[in-house]
């Protein structure tokens, strides 16, 4: 697993978002290789990245989150 580092803004900072995209970068390119290297397609990869990513999104949101949260649970527990 690759190495995150920490933050080095202040949540209210513009430049934080830019930093958590360098900050997970590698740890994403990292599982995108892996996955190709597995036989699957790298848009295949970079289109499930984005479901799992909106997905994950939608279930932190505080009004839609609870009603697919099972639903990602089974999904999640599919990957172990």
């Known amino acids: 697993m690759t190495f995150i580092p920490a933050p080095t803004l202040s949540e209210d900072d513009q430049g934080r978002f830019e930093e958590c995209q360098k900050a997970i970068e590698d740890g994403l390119l990292e599982l995108l290789g892996t996955a190709s290297d ?7 990869i970079i289109a499930a ?32």
């Open 49 to 80: 990245m984005i479901a799992v990513a909106e997905n994950t999104q939608l279930a932190h949101d505080h009004v839609v989150g609870p009603s697919i949260a099972p639903y990602l649970k089974k999904l999640m527990k599919r990957r172990d």
């Open 38 to 44: 597995a036989g699957w397609r790298n848009s295949e």
